[in-house]
């Protein structure tokens, strides 16, 4: 399996630009989890979706960010407009729910900077 | 107040040694899973070990065990004959079940470095 699949893997943009970072989970996977991981605050849980419905998005910061998941293989997590403050590492894990670790496999993550 | 705490921001060992990556953590919920995820520099995150909370032993995977401590509310994993390719962030997450559903919630993270 190609594991999780984030999209683009960098992107810089400037202050009040839309932005939209992509995934595609494991094929098979009924859990999706975008977190945002900064130096000051660490890994954090924005939202996550079970079976492409959205579960819990307490996590979400404001209203500029959106995330979607039209069907079970593909993610977008929106940002609308940007922030210099949004700068951070977002990474989108996905897994399969079962008896056992029930462990998260995560994307390679995307680097957003924003000017 | 926190739930997951990691204690060590940064920690050195000499290579070939062991080390322990301390981590507490804080729930009422009877049934969690204590996770340990690696992330090199390169950035991505790569799942370790896995500790339920009715595990009877501890886990343990190749060079990875978890000293799992339930009264103490404490799952420090042990890094066994250590590697230059070890020196990495190191974070440790919690699940618990019920309303949680399977979120995680990570600690601060323990920054390790292995020394020639």
């Known amino acids: 399996d190609a594991g999780v699949i984030q999209s683009p893997r960098h992107e810089v943009t400037e202050m009040g630009q839309e932005v939209t970072l992509r995934c595609k989970p494991i094929s098979g996977h009924d859990y999706l989890f975008w977190y945002r991981q900064t130096m000051m605050r660490g890994l954090e849980l924005l939202i996550y979706f079970n079976n492409n419905v959205p579960i819990d998005d307490s996590g979400m910061p404001e209203d500029r960010f959106s995330a979607k998941m039209p069907n079970a293989s593909f993610s977008t997590l929106k940002i609308q407009p940007s922030e210099p403050r949004d700068s951070a590492v977002y990474f989108c894990?996905?897994?399969?729910?079962?008896?056992?670790?029930?462990?998260?496999?995560f994307g390679p993550g995307t680097r957003l900077t924003v000017l | 107040a926190q739930k997951i705490t990691q204690t060590q921001p940064g920690m050195f060992v000499q290579e070939k040694e062991a080390v322990t990556l301390d981590c507490t953590y804080d729930?009422?919920?009877?049934?969690?899973?204590l996770f340990w995820y690696k992330q090199p520099s390169s950035g991505e995150m790569i799942f370790l070990i896995y500790q339920g909370s009715y595990d009877q032993q501890n886990a343990t995977e190749g060079r990875y065990s978890l000293n799992f401590q339930k009264a103490r509310k404490s799952a420090n994993l042990v890094i066994s004959a250590s590697q230059l390719g070890d020196s990495a962030m190191y974070f440790c997450a919690m699940r618990e079940a019920g309303d949680a559903g399977n979120m995680l919630t990570f600690g601060g993270g323990t920054r390790l470095m292995v020394k020639p």
């Open positions: 894990a996905s897994f399969r729910y079962n008896e056992l670790h029930n462990e998260q496999f």
């Open positions: 729930t009422s919920d009877p049934s969690y899973g």
